[in-house]
């Protein structure tokens, strides 16, 4: 079997060891006789995996017991709704800053469900090609919460500082850089990620949640949509999706075993050194949009001279085993997504060929 | 490897083909280089399976185009809120008929949604026997919706007929006996089912939804709630769980194989008269609480002389590998899941057992 060099933006490529540990046992997980999948919600064989997928997101954030770890369904979409609905009371008003599309999506979800306020946008022309400074934040005080996006997948974006808001709740959507290295979860109040970029398959969402802000939230919405249904019944109140959270499970575990967010860390920077060394190398070729401050080491965005060349790029980049290249339908360009599992062999892979592509010209 | 009889409520056990598929394909889906929870969602590999799931229901099903066929998360226990957020509109009632927990569960949530009424419930001491009759129902004429439950694995009864609610929308929470037979889909209004009983494994519900009571739907909601949305986007607006699409893909293949619902049928009336017959055979030792034209054939319900006689019963079956056999929690006894993926074979070793442990006494 030849694996291809995966740069889909998500649902993204898995760590090998992980899927292969899941093809070893999926008609037998641990001699029970049956696969994971086969195994009741409630049962022993199960629950030591649920509960330890738990433990080691805690063990890899070095999270404090001040935050309830959560699993729920319906992806990063669905939390746009999920969060105003817990935390934003009629009377109040939630403030969000746009970085791109995504905050957007969330902001008009949430003005479905309550008021909001626009607390800053780096929006021209409707594109978004930086992070923006504190200055440039203005914050209502009394805000119920403050919404960012973390990383940007389709303008190729990130936060490499966090806003001061203050005493109000900090809540992010971090579906596209969640575990890309250490992060200081006590920063946020609330954070939301789907699996399906760097920690697991579509289809489980991932959200860490301060007590204190759980046992404050709204109590006048359907119990299924309540964080504090799923704090108050380790997230088995209903039938969880036990195959997903198994595979996040297998992720996590070889993410300890090969050393932790230390060295995530490391290969992720590695290659997004790599990818953006080679891009300014040859600005007569590649031009990234971005500002260099805001760059993402999870979304590599990128332009060739024509739609084109870009075209030309992708189809050489496929038939040499590279794929997932072409950019968000809605932005065009090239976009590299360069999350956890992909090795950083398969970017000195691609970055080999944009070198000689540039040659050719 | 020894595969067990697995007689778990849900989640079930699978076809062995549809697993079987899914270990050899893991890590290189027909040739691709990835996994299919590798591939974009919006790619040509996950969007074949993602199409033939949905065409393999309707053809199944012989589901008339009148319905759309939408994949979403969270379960039935996202239904019940989801139900009423889309068709119960402020100044309108909703009726539900309820025949145990779950569409108790499905009519509490409901009410934090919109007002309702129950217009029918076969409880007595909140144990539910038996399916109530036409004339014991008390239905609103002017109900946004009548809501009900096919099956009710908690008590082991299963409607065998349908209720007449005039030109009232008849709402089906399915979850516990879709596909177990041919069914009339257009008796119905909107069917929704989590797949992890009869279909799937957990993490993916379907909804069958007739076009224009999704036309007419409430507006006013967040948009990822709204089955337009999912209708509008052939279930693709966020990211699905794709595995879990691709392993119900996999089931329903199987299920046509092997002869489609008159076959699945076939085998699930004989799996359930074998168990009623070995019951009623020893009414000195088995005791089946449910009425006759009540009595499920998903979820067969028994009770022994005493408790510590059923804990035997479990224990004995479990070194003889037949698993899954203890009741709800909330319940208690003796239940036998024998969801279409049950071999009859399993059924055929269960009775020799019981017959066994009836003449030990």
Redesign the interface.
């Given at each position: 079997?030849?694996?291809?060099h995966?740069f889909?933006?998500?649902?993204?490529?898995?760590p090998?060891p992980a899927?292969?540990r899941?093809?070893r046992e999926?008609?037998?997980f641990e001699g029970?006789?049956?696969?994971i999948?086969?195994?009741?919600?409630?049962?022993k064989a199960f629950e030591a995996v649920h509960n330890e997928a738990i433990s080691l997101l805690r063990q890899l954030l070095g999270l404090s017991d001040d935050y309830h770890v959560l699993f729920m369904?319906?992806?990063?979409?669905?939390q746009?709704?999920v969060v105003p609905?817990n935390l934003l009371p009629p009377g109040r008003s939630a403030d969000y800053i746009l970085t791109g599309g995504w905050s957007e999506k969330a902001l008009?979800?949430a003005k479905?469900?309550g008021t909001v306020r626009v607390a800053g946008s780096t929006a021209v022309d409707k594109r978004y090609t930086r992070i923006p400074h504190q200055g440039e934040l203005s914050l209502d005080p009394n805000a119920a919460y403050v919404h960012m996006t973390t990383n940007n997948t389709l303008f190729g974006t990130q936060w490499h500082w966090l806003p001061d808001t203050g005493d109000v709740p900090l809540v992010a959507d971090m579906s596209s850089d969640i575990l890309w290295r250490k992060m200081d979860i006590s920063r946020f109040a609330l954070v939301y990620a789907?699996a399906?970029k760097n920690i697991g398959?579509?289809?489980?969402t991932v959200v860490l949640a301060r007590k204190d802000l759980v046992d404050s939230a709204r109590k006048?919405?359907?119990?299924?949509?309540r964080y504090a249904t799923y704090a108050a019944n380790n997230s088995l109140?209903?039938?969880?999706?036990?195959?997903?959270i198994y595979?996040m499970r297998n992720v996590l575990a070889y993410t300890l075993e090969i050393g932790g967010l230390e060295e995530v860390e490391r290969r992720n920077r590695k290659k997004g050194e790599l990818l953006y060394e080679t891009i300014d190398a040859h600005p007569d070729v590649f031009r990234a949009p971005v500002e260099k401050e805001s760059r993402s080491f999870m979304n590599v965005v990128f332009r060739l001279a024509s739609e084109e060349m870009e075209k030309r790029f992708v189809a050489e980049a496929a038939k040499e085993?590279m794929?997932?290249l072409a950019g968000h339908?809605s932005t065009g360009g090239i976009r590299v997504s360069i999350y956890n599992a992909v090795p950083v062999a398969s970017v000195e892979r691609l970055t080999a060929f944009m070198r000689d592509f540039a040659k050719r010209g």
């Open positions: 079997m030849a694996r291809v995966n889909n933006a998500g649902p993204a490529g898995l090998l899927l292969e899941a093809q999926l008609l037998d029970t006789g049956m696969s999948m086969e195994h009741s919600h409630r049962g369904q319906g992806g990063a979409a669905m746009f709704a609905m008009e979800e479905r469900v789907g399906q398959p579509s289809g489980i006048d919405i359907p119990v299924i949509f109140y209903n039938t969880p999706p036990t195959f997903a595979l085993g794929v997932g339908r």
